[in-house]
Every structure is written in structure tokens, then in C-alpha cells.
């Protein structure tokens, strides 16, 4: 199932190319140097003594894999012209449910590695500060855990919204509020005791702390991985109950 619906994405990437590479390339980028312009103007100095441009970088990735995210799980449960026939055929799968979650979670992490990979080259080249390979590598092997608990996130949203406009509406207002909580922009925890311990104190805050330490300062524990592996693990069975009870309605 799972070898079925990476084939299914990649032959709608492939018939969608020319505006695919684009977005590709040119949303990071834009990203990136429009946070990197404004935080130079709010920090007086680079944080940690890392320039702006290379800090950032993490968080710019970490930050299209959830836009990314988004779109493929909209594309292929709002689109109207394949939601309904691919609910169909999900509710006469012989797969369990907890199949068809882990198929589509696995397939759509898969399809935001392989953008967030060429994303991440063309992005180098806009960071003063060179990455060694071992960086590289780290920031997709982080983008992995990070990704199952978005795409979670997603799958659990399209479960219970049924139209596609509510759905992108939620997804950006949670997803922003996500991008303002994180440490994204901001290193030092600038609000109050109780929104420190709201924000910073979680599984995807502090999987790009924590890979951040490991590519700037070779400083990581593994904790956070561990722990984000199993509230996904957890993740799944639910969403796998829950699509079995939107099917049988």
C-alpha cells in the first residue's frame, strides 16, 4: 500500500513539474531572506555568535516541511475531483486502519523529504556560514520526527473537518501559532514564566533546539527524538480510530 502511494505522488509531481520546481525553490529562499532582513533588524548581534542567516536556517526548513506538509494532505483529501472515490476505496480497503494512517503519514513524510532536500541545497548557498555534511544530513534525519508529528497533526485536522476552505483556514491559524510558540525566530524565551513552559516545553520547539545545539555546538540529547517517536506512534492509533469511525458514517 504504502510502495502505491509513493508511485501516486511522485506521477502527480511528475505531471505538475513546471509549477512544482518553482515553489520549490523560490518559497524557502523568499523565506529566509525576508526573516533574515527583519531579525537584523531587532538583534544587535548574532545569537550564540552564529550569524542570523545560519540560525535560521533549521527553522526555515523546518518551516516549509509543515507548509509542505499541509499541501500535500489537501491535495489529496480536499481535492474535489479524488476525495470522495479515495474515501471509497479507503473504506473497502482490506488494510486496517492503522495501515492506512501509517501509509499515508509515511508516503507524505517521503514526498517533504525529497522537496525539503532540494530546498535545503538551493538554500545554502544563501548562508555565510558553510554546513559540513554531517549538518546536512542532521537537519533531514530532525525534519523526519518533526514531519510525523505535523503530518499527524494534519491527518487528525482533515478527519474531522469535512470542507476544504475550513480546513486550510484552521490549518494556518494552528500552524502560525505553532511558527509564533517555536523558537523559530527567537532564541532567549521572551514571554512569561507560564508561556515559556507552554511554548518552549514541547515535542516540536524542542526537536529544533535540539538540532540546532547538535549543528552549531555538537551539544544534543536524543530525548526529544525519543519522545516524539512515541506521541506519533500514539498519534497513529488515533487518527486510525478515528478515520474508522468517520468511514463507518
Partial sequence: MIKALIVRRFWLLRNRLLITVPIIVLTPIAFHVFLSSVLKNIYSFSPNGVSIESWLFPGVIF??????????VYRDLFNPQSTLQ?????SISPNSKFKIIIGILLSSIIECLFYSFISTLVLLIFTPQPFTFFAFLSILFYLIFYLSLIGNFVITLSI???????????SFILLQLLFVSSNILFEHQIYSEVMNIIFFNNPFNMLLYDLRYLIFFEESSFVWI????LIALIWIF??????KRKLKQ
Fill in 63 to 72: 518551516s516549509f516541511g509543515s507548509l509542505t506538509m499541509l499541501a500535500i
Fill in 86 to 90: 479515495f474515501l471509497k476505496l479507503l
Fill in 238 to 243: 488515533l487518527n486510525s480510530m478515528l478515520l
Fill in 160 to 170: 474531522f473537518v469535512q470542507r476544504g476552505f475550513t480546513f486550510l483556514f484552521l
Fill in 226 to 229: 525519543a519522545i516524539s517517536s
